[in-house]
């Protein structure tokens, strides 16, 4: 099945480019099956490339996903057209009586900040707490991982004497995962920090369970099966050129940065980096999808019910 996006998203282009099935509204109408609702809190700058990045990895399953694009009503992004949010995005305002059976939470460039300092964290707060009651499945990445971590188990982030660059081996710590499962011994993902959340504070936290980590870059996966929640603290979604993208970045701007360990063949930076991860983000993806396919409620009012009537 397809992915539903936006018409004229410039994400659509690129991925129907690649082979990928994409649909709009007046064919989705058509067919005669409840598709997936899912949420993307756009938090990133580049916000065309992550959509672009995490609805081909979200659309490749065999479900129709019907994806809906969400940014912050407190704060206006500024690398962004208003064009393109107004055309294509909407705010928690818009959405917050909706049901959904799965919300992504992505990194944001403020994780050197308190989280309380960050210009929008009361809004997020509240679309966290709302996603309690209206969201089944969450999924939360890099910095979106640490704020979830943060503001529902007080688990701290730390900052790193250096930026934590590179595609690192990771290994798995707990088996017959199924959000992992299929997943090689040896799993290499792209890394991009400079704060780490540490295995020994998520620890502490009964309801936590610590998925994988890698000996060099610390700890990268975390389960919450109570609020079935997922936290992935670094990037199987990045294409094999955005970590070169930033190392050029801060290389013209000046700044103090390292060439991405494991990357660049020979650590040469004038040759192409291979992406060595797409198969474990896919198989990532599908893993999560198809956990919500089996778990959501049909009727997708229901959703958020039991947790409403335990709080009541």
């Known amino acids: ?24 509204e007046k064919t989705a109408i058509k067919q005669d099956v409840r598709p997936l609702r899912i949420a993307l809190m756009n938090l990133m700058p580049r916000k065309e490339r992550t959509e672009t990045q995490l609805a081909r990895l979200i659309g490749a399953t065999p479900l129709q996903i019907e994806l809906t694009l969400l940014t912050t009503g407190s704060y206006i992004p500024k690398n962004v057209s208003h064009h393109h949010l107004s055309a294509f995005y909407r705010t928690f305002d818009d959405i917050k009586s909706e049901k959904f059976d799965g919300i992504i939470i992505t990194g944001a460039p403020v994780e050197q900040l308190p989280f309380d300092q960050v210009e929008y964290w009361d809004e997020l707060v ?5 996603s309690r009651t209206n969201v089944h499945a969450g999924l939360f990445i890099c910095w979106g991982a640490q704020a979830a ?17 590179g595609v690192f081996p990771h290994h798995i710590v707990q088996e017959n995962t199924e959000i992992l499962r299929g997943m090689p ?16 504070d998520v620890e502490k936290v009964p309801d936590l369970r610590v998925l994988m980590t890698s000996e060099e870059s ?3 996966m975390v389960e919450n099966p109570t609020l079935n929640h997922i936290h992935v603290l670094n990037h199987l979604e990045y294409d094999a ?9 801060d290389v013209r701007e000046g700044l103090p940065i390292d060439v991405p360990r494991y990357y660049f063949p020979d650590d040469d930076p004038t040759q192409p980096p291979p ?28 959703i958020g019910v039991d947790v409403r009537n335990a709080t009541e």
């Open 1 to 24: 099945m397809p992915i539903k996006i936006p018409e004229d998203l410039p994400a659509r282009y690129e991925l129907e480019r690649e082979g990928l099935d994409v649909m709009g």
């Open 126 to 130: 509240q679309i966290m707490d709302w």
């Open 149 to 165: 971590l943060h503001h529902f188990h007080a688990v701290p982030k730390h900052i790193l004497p250096g930026k934590m660059f």
């Open 185 to 200: 011994d040896e799993v290499v993902i792209p890394v991009s920090r400079h704060t780490e959340t540490r295995v020994e």
């Open 218 to 220: 610390g700890l990268c």
């Open 241 to 249: 050129t955005t970590l070169q993208d930033e190392y050029d970045r």
């Open 275 to 302: 992406n060595r991860w797409r198969g474990h983000g896919h198989l990532f993806f599908h893993n999560w999808i198809n956990h919500i396919y089996q778990t959501t409620q049909f009727d997708i009012d229901k």
